[in-house]
């Protein structure tokens, strides 16, 4: 069993950063790729950004590219989501999630995860 903890979420101004954190915890998690995904109210969870578990491969959406960052720290078990230039619409619930299939590489479907944190509000004012 994993258990993901997303953290750091909270209020910003347009233009700010912030940095959130999956602290994770199970067997097996450096095997696992991981991932970033988002909620809107009223929309659906979308993928924001994505890590492998070796040779450390990324992929971001369209809309984050250039201004998101995603690492692992292995020896600390936690994944981070460093936030540049937040924009009105990056707005959400965020979430990290946890692959179990040791893919090689990332996948970008939320039904692809078998793992979820319980989420951290991300809120961007104008």
């Known amino acids: 069993q994993v258990q993901l903890v997303e953290s750091g979420g909270g209020l910003v101004q347009v233009g700010g950063s912030l940095r959130l954190s999956c602290a994770t915890s199970g067997r097996n998690f450096l095997t696992y790729a991981t991932g970033w995904f988002r909620q809107a109210p009223g929309k659906e969870r979308e993928f924001v950004a994505a890590?492998?578990?070796?040779?450390?491969?990324?992929y971001y959406a369209d809309s984050v590219k250039g201004r998101f960052t995603i690492s692992r720290d292995n020896a600390k078990n936690t994944v981070y989501l460093q936030m540049n230039s937040l924009k009105p619409e990056d707005t959400a619930v965020y979430y990290c999630?946890?692959?179990?299939?040791?893919?090689?590489?990332?996948?970008?479907?939320?039904?692809?995860?078998?793992?979820w944190g319980q989420g951290t509000q991300v809120t961007v004012s104008s």
């Open positions: 890590i492998s578990w070796i040779n450390p491969y990324t």
């Open positions: 999630a946890a692959d179990a299939s040791t893919v090689i590489g990332v996948r970008t479907t939320p039904t692809q995860y078998d793992y």
